[in-house]
Structures are given as C-alpha cells and as structure tokens.
C-alpha cells in the first residue's frame, strides 16, 4: 500500500484507542491496525498483551508507527491489584512477577537470534536471575515539584502545587505521589504528602516548567540498606532563598525519621534544563553527614549524592556473583594473570575479583574520573590490594598501553547503555584474550556487538539474565564468551 494510503490509518499526533495484542523487547506493546490489504503495526511503550489503550501516534513510516502512551483504557486479564499508587516508573507492577520474568526472557533471546545471529541461544541460557527484593528494592529516588499538576477524575492537568513524578510523557505536568509506590522506602512514600504540605505552608512557589520558574525543583532521597539510613537532597533556585529556614526543615525531617535521618543537603540550580544537580550552582551540607555506607558482597562502599551506585544494591550483589562466577570459572586462566576491567565505574566487580582470586592483577579503566578516584577509595577502605585503576577513555587508554596485548586472560565488559562504539570494541579484540564477560544493561546492543565478536573468533559459552528492575522493561544480561 502506498504510504499516503497508509497514513489514513496514522498520521502524527493522532489519537487513537488499540488494543495490545504481544510484547516486544524493551517494554514494547504490539498493537496491529487491519485492513485489505494486511496487517499495520503500532509499537507502544509500557503496555501489557491484553490491554486496551488510549494513545497518540509520535512516528509513522511506511511500515509501521511508534505511539506514545496516554492512558490504559482497560486493564489485561493477567494484571493483578496491588496496594501501592501507580507511577511512570513501575509500568508493570500489577503484572505477576513470573509473567514479567516469562517476557523479559522470550524477548531478550529473540534479540540474540535476530541481531546477533545466534540461532541456538536457548541451549546456552544459564538461568534467570530474580530480585531478592520485588517490592521496595530501590535505593534513590527522585521526586520532582510542580506547579501544574494532574486531575486523575478529569484526567487533565490543573493548577496545583504538585510533589512525585511527572506524568508520563508530559514533561511540564506532576503528579502528586500521596502512599507507597511499591519500589522505594516505604516510610519516605507514605510521608512524602506532609514534606509536600511543611512546603506548601511556606508559601514558596514550586517549579513551572513553561515559565521556568519557581522556587522548589526536586527532593532527592538516597538510601542504605545496610544502616537503614536517609541522605535527603532539597534542590531549589536561589529565588527567595532567604525566606526558606533550610535548619528548620531539617529539624521537620528530623522529627519524622529520627535517627534514620543521616543527612540533609542543599542544593542550587537556578539552570533551565530539567535535572537535579546542575552544572554551576552550589551544594551545601545543611545537617548530618553528606554519605551513606553501603554494603555489597561484604565490601564497604561511600556513597555520596553525586555517586553513581547501583540503584538495586541486594540485587546487584547477585548480578556481580553472577559475573564473578564468570570470570573465575576457570581459576586457572585468571590466577597470576592480567584481568582488565573496562567501563569498570566505581571498580565494584574489579575489588570482588581481586578479593577472590589469588595472585591477579585488576587493571580498570573508566572515563568517568570521579569514579576512579571513587574506585581508588573503596579499595583502599576494603584492603584491597592488587589493583590499578586509570581514568581514561578506553579506546584511547587502550592505544597508550600496546603493552597488554597478548598478555591478558579474562576481560570484563560492563559499557553504557549505548554499548561499545565499534572501533573500540575492535581495539578489545585486538587484545586477544581468551575470554570476556560481557554485561549489558541494553541486551540490544549487546546483541548487536555479539555479530562482531563471533566474526572475531568469540562464540558464546553461557548467558544469563539478571532482573535488577522489576515492574518495568529492563534487563541486565551476563554472557561469557570464549575464543
């Protein structure tokens, strides 16, 4: 069918009610529009097989469209109730967790045999990894203040003074967060409508997305499971900071958590761009300290608001067995050689290698310097000996230093969402290691480094899925290869 033709049925912008018939990879529900002349599809993200939706159409081609979720009309017969406030970032929560698990794992192989070309990637599953926690497994949270918020009767915005998330897919619209919403700390949820009321009596305006303005932008929460401690993050503009008492809403804090108040920080953005930390501003220590401890494989990590740090920390503890299993399964091709830990972050996986293996050298590289001076610390702190840690770009790290060619066993592989750049990963390669542990947090470009690896000589011996994020679409994937 011609595409003009094909545009009666979509066209951008428009509104539409679909019913989603399958799931794709990344959270995708399949939704088909029939006609003479066959079947049209419609992706829309966040939507379970089952549900009808209302939606508004944000690409078409000539083959099929993209929509952006509005509303779920009707629920699917799998979903269940849950006691806890729907909000944007647990699309699935009212979907039983083994039904969750059942499309993470169908549509995560089926990315290996259609981008990667590995036809028999069931035979080389391991196994699926589950949270140990389903329900309040997360360790920071952001909760962003508005001054246009939303009418969930009406199911329109209105003027209000709103604290939790944005509407999805409306960036200018909150959502007030009133009870739990099942992933972070219970306690902090339930009284997050009197934070909301201690800054309404303030008289202080929130933020206005539109007219970028206002004086209240975020409140940011990190917590530690190993202490059970809060380190909480106000971010305002410097607007009428003179009429806010910071120390006297911290002693408010203070009187609702107790002891479980490790810190409050004051942070400045007076920036337009939407995010919590700005790039100029200032962050002040209002009360309590300005980190939290937390504990993962029996090693000690400082974390601080600005640290990047797994946002599923008892999960993660899985995720890195998992890896560590890996890399020494066989103690032969690690002990007395070199492991190289690329995009190695704050250097978690390197230190737990290193305290379990005898005799092996952990080279990590990352570009990100605060990282690696993190990295630095935490082994220090752990007695960790055996490690050298490089802030660098890894391809060009990799050029600077020819003389690990050859000489190295095992490397571990934990990129960015976007995977590794082409010409790094052929930097990788040229390495000739016997073997690399490859952990992904986007499987689809994994799969799609997977090609380039295998032409290289790297078959996959074993993979497994880790789900560090239950309720929505994600998935970290562990996959060993070996020449």
Not at 128 to 138: K, Q
Not at 382 to 400: P, R, S, T
Not at 413 to 427: E, F, H, N, V, Y
Not at 457 to 470: A, E, H, R, T, W
């Amino acid at each position: 069918m011609p595409r003009r033709e094909r545009n009666k049925f979509v066209k951008k912008n428009q509104v539409l009610e679909l019913k989603i018939e399958a799931y794709a990879f990344g959270g995708k529900g399949i939704a088909k529009i029939r006609s003479e002349a066959g079947d049209f599809v419609v992706f829309v993200p966040n939507t379970l097989p089952g549900q009808l939706v209302k939606v508004q159409i944000s690409k078409s081609s000539k083959n099929y469209a993209e929509a952006k979720l509005i509303d779920v009309l009707t629920p699917s017969e799998d979903e269940v109730e849950v006691p806890f406030q729907d909000i944007p970032g647990a699309p699935y929560i009212q979907l039983p967790i083994e039904l969750q698990h059942q499309y993470k794992k169908e549509s995560t192989l089926s990315l290996f045999k259609r981008i990667g070309k590995v036809t028999n990637i069931e035979d080389l599953f391991d196994e699926f990894v589950s949270s140990p926690n389903v329900f309040h497994y997360r360790n920071k949270m952001e909760y962003g203040f508005s001054a246009i918020g939303y009418d969930r009767v009406a199911k329109r915005d209105k003027d209000e003074f709103t604290l939790g998330f944005k509407r999805r897919g409306v960036w200018w619209m909150g959502d007030n967060l009133d009870k739990d919403s099942g992933l972070f700390d219970k306690q902090m949820e339930d009284e997050l409508k009197n934070i909301r009321a201690y800054c309404i009596e303030t008289g202080l305006p929130p933020w206005h997305g539109p007219k970028k303005e206002g004086f209240f932008r975020y409140f940011v929460v990190r917590k530690s499971f190993k202490t059970n401690e809060l380190l909480c993050n106000l971010v305002t503009t410097s607007e009428a900071l003179d009429q806010f008492d910071l120390q006297k809403f911290a002693t408010f804090l203070k009187g609702i958590f107790g002891e479980r108040l490790a810190g409050l920080l004051h942070t400045i953005n007076d920036e337009t761009g939407d995010r919590t930390i700005a790039t100029s501003g200032r962050i002040n220590l209002v009360y309590g300290k300005d980190k939290i401890v937390e504990e993962l494989l029996g090693l000690n990590f400082e974390i601080s608001m600005k640290s990047f740090f797994q946002t599923n920390p008892k999960c993660a503890e899985k995720l890195y067995h998992k890896v560590v299993e890996y890399v020494l399964e066989d103690q032969t091709k690690v002990d007395n050689t070199i492991v190289m830990d690329l995009f190695c972050g704050t250097g978690t996986i390197g230190q737990i290698v290193a305290s379990k293996s005898k005799n092996a050298k952990i080279v990590g590289v990352d570009i990100v310097a605060s990282a690696i001076e993190d990295a630095k610390k935490n082994a220090q702190r752990n007695h960790i000996e055996g490690l050298q840690f490089y802030a660098a770009d890894v391809g060009k790290f990799l050029v600077a230093h020819p003389e690990y060619k050859n000489k190295i066993k095992t490397i571990i592989l934990d990129p960015a969402r976007a995977g590794i750049a082409r010409k790094t990963l052929q930097k990788i390669i040229a390495l000739n290691a016997n073997r690399m542990v490859y952990v992904s947090c986007n499987p689809a470009t994994q799969a799609r480094d997977t090609e380039l690896l295998r032409a290289a000589g790297y078959q996959i011996k074993k993979m497994s899925l880790v789900d560090q994020f239950p309720h929505t679409a994600h998935i970290e994937t562990v996959v060993l290869f070996e020449k």
